[in-house]
């Protein structure tokens, strides 16, 4: 199923300040992620959730994933994330020619200095950059979607791509709840929120940014 969106901005007090404007509810700081130059906030939407995802200027940027945010002049969609059986969905994928990188343990700090760790699982060798989703396994963490303010509810989740019936067959069984057509490159979410409906999309820029290669 959808765990949830990542929505990427070159600046994260202004993400925060952008999801109070558009939500009515200011995503909370989630912490940095070690090694990767980044650092987090989240919001719940249910079941999904909102990762607000920028640079930790904390930490070094040069070739980091960080480094790939802090060159955005734009914030918007980047990718998402599925959750499951890692070792399960590598099996799945690589029975459709799609081979992968993981599990691999992550880890985020929190503001209060807990290390949260779980298990992710990244897709390799396909053509649909991020709209392909990487894997989670939350192991012994409390869902975000749990733990975070609640600022709406998906209503839908749409993905063009160039090859819609390869793109259906490489997710048949992964993840439910997504509309796939053709048509270039492009991802949107539409959230109903207290201030009405908000939709997440991709832009020229955060459609191609090459997050976690």
């Not at 053509?127 to 939350?138: E, K, N, S, V």
């Not at 869902?143 to 749409?158: D, I, S």
């Not at 390869?166 to 048949?172: C, G, H, L, Q, T």
Request: hydrophobic content about 40%.
């Amino acid at each position: 199923m959808i765990d949830h969106f990542m929505y990427g901005v070159a600046d994260l007090d202004a993400g925060i300040a952008w999801s109070e404007d558009v939500f009515g509810v200011a995503a909370v700081r989630g912490g940095s992620h070690a090694g990767l130059g980044t650092c987090n906030a989240l919001l719940s939407f249910g079941d999904t959730y909102l990762e607000i995802i920028a640079p930790d200027l904390k930490q070094p940027l040069d070739g980091t994933m960080g480094g790939r945010l802090q060159k955005l002049t734009q914030s918007g969609l980047i990718t998402w994330c599925a959750r499951g059986d890692l070792n399960q969905v590598a099996a799945i994928l690589k029975s459709r020619a799609i081979d992968s990188a993981g599990p691999v343990t992550t880890r985020r700090q929190t503001p209060s200095g807990e290390w949260l760790e779980w298990q992710l699982l990244f897709p390799r060798k396909h053509p649909f950059a991020g709209q392909l989703p990487f894997f989670i396994d939350w192991m012994q963490c409390a869902h975000p979607a749990k733990t975070n303010p609640l600022a709406g509810a998906l209503r839908r989740f749409e993905i063009t791509t160039l090859e819609a019936q390869r793109y259906r067959e490489a997710m048949n069984g992964l993840a439910s709840g997504l509309e796939v057509s053709s048509g270039p490159p492009a991802m949107k979410a539409t959230v109903e929120g207290q201030r009405g409906i908000v939709e997440l999309a991709t832009n020229a820029e955060t459609v191609k940014l090459s997050i976690f290669g």
